[in-house]
């Protein structure tokens, strides 16, 4: 008689173990290896020895990461809000099947194929004085030009427009997929009742994609706190260090100074800040369900 | 299908053949750029142009000379240390390796280089054969761990031309240079008004490299002792300020360029948007070449001169220079000698190196009339005696260079104070050097 199939075995275990063996050498072990890292005096070539917490008491008193976290908070706090917003707005316009909006849906999702190096290398081209395309504007309409990449407060900025630039693909896709994904009779009950465009927005499409627009957020909560490609390539974190990220203290430090374990625990202090701050917005948006629940 | 079978195994075995001549095959990884595109299969060294040209013809021609020996070059991005330190880090590094004098150091003290006395003396080169300055700059602990290529400083390159317009030239033809800091303000002033363009093109975006190796000029040209004990940086005197402050001026009284970065500093002096570029000895062959073309902004109208004394303490430049080093690892003896070929043959071709701006290393090149007679050595030839090198017990000199260039950019940019901004780059440098 066959064995009953609920019947538990340990050797069904044996499915799991090909992710489990990738998630905990990938994964769990550079985890363990980063921390145990940052408790060491230790650089690339080796010379191990355990000092404890001192690497992030010099992290946390060094100006200069304090400064690498402001301009990371900074660089989320505008970029998310803007790659959301900007994401939603793309999506609606475009959620249509006319071939127009299919053209044009392409066309924003390809700048997210191109690599970092290409991404830099052509907003370079807009920003660069002199020659830049922003700069011949400047030019044609007489205004005195910004050095965008040179300047305090526009360098940052200026990596934030390549970054929206190139990441907009993706909050786009995910919003569209949302969106097709909200039943039409819906929309049909709403035109019954003669509903505004603006109330069929906030009562019905939004409400609908809320656990996308969570998600969308993560991603990019997640994503742009490792920022680093863009600002090492176009401003290499100046002036000043007015553009220098986070991951750009770390590469710095690690590879050019070679004090890994510095760079190790100044890892795990990033690693902390997104936990806390997916966390938090994790809290934040379940929150308000209980609240409406 | 028996045949099918014969005709696979028959092809296979020709596929492998290459592999059966016992062809050495050197990995070497290397800066200076690429330009497969122009110069992919050129053989004739005395026809390229730029550090690029030169160097991938001269490895070009070194594999035409010696088919039993294969050569991969990887181009890496400037310095490239990154990547070494990462192949280094995975036992994985190459055969053959670009690196400056100034960070070899770093690899050498953490027993990261290998030894080349016997290499380069199976080949019948000697230490006496280099000069003075490039062979102290790779010799460490009473060996030699580099082959010297060259030694290269900061210049002035100047555009000739608009010097002219701005009545900066003497009578047999060479510009008017500042002999000191009143000088170059006055000067600096004559020409932007009679040009309506900036005196200085400098790299002062995106960089800081330019700040530092300027920096160091200023504070050796005041004879300064700032690096009297290598393991700790002392910018707390009235030099370190005098050195910036002047700096912060030339870029205050808008007798720079602003916010050019390395590529558009290049391209800046090249199409004529200001007078003299503060850049390096590499751009010589380049600047050289297009003066002799017609109809561009530098045509008969280049020259380049040492930066000039603007302290009256010392008359002396900062220089760094070039070296060919071999990795730690495993190598066979028919590897290492196939090494030690590449290195004669880069030792031989000294003077086609040359040819970029670089000074030579090889003291019979510096002799040759060949190399005197090219245009401008005659110029620049000072530096030989003039050079000096930050001391090569001072280690991570590319991460302090990146400090203070740094540190002195936001000072010149208004963004900190003079004394704020060498306070930080003091404390910074001294804070990773307790920590190595």
Redesign the interface.
């Known amino acids: 008689m066959a064995e009953s199939y609920r019947r538990s075995r340990w050797t069904n275990g044996l499915f799991v173990v090909p992710y489990l063996s990738v998630f905990l050498t990938l994964l769990v072990f550079p985890l363990g290896w980063g921390i145990w890292l940052s408790l060491n005096k230790v650089d690339l070539f080796g010379g191990e020895r355990f000092i404890g917490l001192k690497n992030y008491a010099r992290v946390l008193s060094d100006p200069i990461f304090g400064q690498a976290v402001k301009n990371t908070l900074i660089f989320v706090g505008v970029s998310v809000p803007t790659l959301v917003i900007l994401g939603l707005f793309l999506a609606l316009a475009l959620n249509k099947t006319s071939k127009g909006s299919s053209f044009l849906r392409g066309l924003f999702f390809a700048s997210s194929i191109l690599s970092v190096t290409i991404v830099t290398l052509i907003w370079r081209i807009v920003f660069i004085p002199n020659d830049g395309l922003m700069s011949l504007i400047f030019e044609f309409f007489g205004w005195q030009p910004i050095g965008f990449l040179s300047t305090t407060g526009w360098s940052l900025f200026s990596v934030g427009v390549a970054t929206v630039w190139w990441c907009i693909g993706l909050p786009m896709m995910l919003f569209l997929a949302a969106l097709q994904q909200i039943p039409k009779d819906l929309y049909e009950a709403a035109a019954l009742d003669n509903a505004s465009r603006w109330r069929v927005l906030t009562r019905i499409t939004l409400p609908s994609i809320k656990s996308t627009i969570m998600l969308v957020a993560i991603i990019q909560v997640v994503m742009q706190f490792q920022l680093f490609g863009q600002a090492q390539l176009m401003t290499n974190g100046g002036p000043a260090g007015s553009s220098r990220p986070i991951v750009m203290y770390i590469y710095e430090v690690g590879f050019l100074r070679w004090d890994i374990g510095l760079g190790a625990a100044a890892s795990q202090i990033l690693f902390l800040i997104i936990l806390c701050a997916a966390m938090l917005q994790y809290w934040v948006s379940t929150r308000k369900e209980e609240v409406d629940a | 299908m028996k045949k099918l079978l014969l005709g696979t195994t028959a092809i296979g075995l020709l596929a492998l053949s290459p592999l059966a001549n016992a062809n050495t095959t050197i990995e070497l990884q290397r800066f200076f750029g690429a330009c497969e595109a122009e110069y992919g299969k050129a053989t004739d060294v005395s026809a390229a142009v730029g550090e690029c040209g030169i160097i991938t013809t001269l490895v070009n021609k070194f594999a035409a000379e010696n088919p039993d020996i294969n050569v991969k070059v990887s181009t890496v991005e400037w310095p490239g240390?990154?990547q070494l330190?990462?192949q280094?880090?995975s036992r994985s590094a190459p055969d053959v390796v670009s690196m400056h004098y100034s960070a070899m150091s770093?690899y050498q003290s953490?027993g990261?280089l290998v030894p080349l006395d016997k290499l380069l003396k199976d080949q019948s080169i000697k230490a006496t054969d280099f000069t003075d300055a490039a062979i102290t700059s790779v010799t460490k602990e009473g060996k030699i761990y580099a082959l010297p290529f060259d030694n290269w400083t900061m210049l002035f390159h100047v555009n000739n031309n608009l010097m002219k317009k701005a009545g900066l030239m003497k009578a047999d033809g060479n510009p008017i240079l500042p002999t000191n800091r009143d000088e170059l303000f006055s000067q600096g002033k004559q020409f932007k008004d009679a040009t309506g363009k900036p005196y200085l093109v400098q790299v002062?975006?995106?960089?800081?490299a330019t700040y530092a190796r300027i920096f160091y000029t200023l504070m050796m040209q005041q004879n300064s002792k700032f690096f009297d004990d290598p393991s700790h940086i002392d910018l707390s005197g009235q030099d370190a300020k005098a050195a910036l402050t002047f700096m912060k001026d030339i870029v205050d009284q808008g007798l720079s360029t602003?916010?050019?970065?390395y590529p558009?500093a290049v391209s800046?002096f090249s199409n004529g948007?200001g007078g003299i570029a503060v850049n390096g000895t590499w751009l010589i062959g380049s600047y050289d070449a297009q003066s002799k073309e017609s109809n561009n902004a530098l045509s008969n109208g280049y020259s380049v001169f040492p930066v000039p004394q603007f302290f009256k303490q010392k008359d002396v430049t900062y220089t760094d220079g070039h070296g060919w080093v071999v990795p730690r690892g495993d190598r066979s003896d028919e590897k290492m000698a196939a090494i030690g070929k590449l290195f004669k043959f880069f030792y031989d071709n000294n003077y086609e190196w040359s040819r970029t701006g670089h000074l030579p290393t090889v003291k019979k090149v510096i002799a040759s009339n060949e190399f005197k007679s090219l245009p401008h050595r005659s110029d620049i030839a000072k530096i030989a005696k003039t050079g000096q090198a930050l001391p090569s017990a001072v280690l991570?000199q590319?991460?302090i260079q990146?400090i203070i260039g740094?540190e002195l950019?936001?000072a010149i940019?208004g963004?900190?104070s003079i004394d704020d901004a060498l306070k930080?780059a003091q404390y910074?440098v001294n804070?990773?050097l307790e920590?190595?």
């Open positions: 240390y990154d330190n990462a280094l880090a770093d953490r990261l002062l975006a995106n960089e800081t602003k916010n050019l970065d558009a800046a948007d991570r590319f991460a990146d740094e950019s936001s940019s963004n900190k930080t910074r804070d990773l920590n190595i």
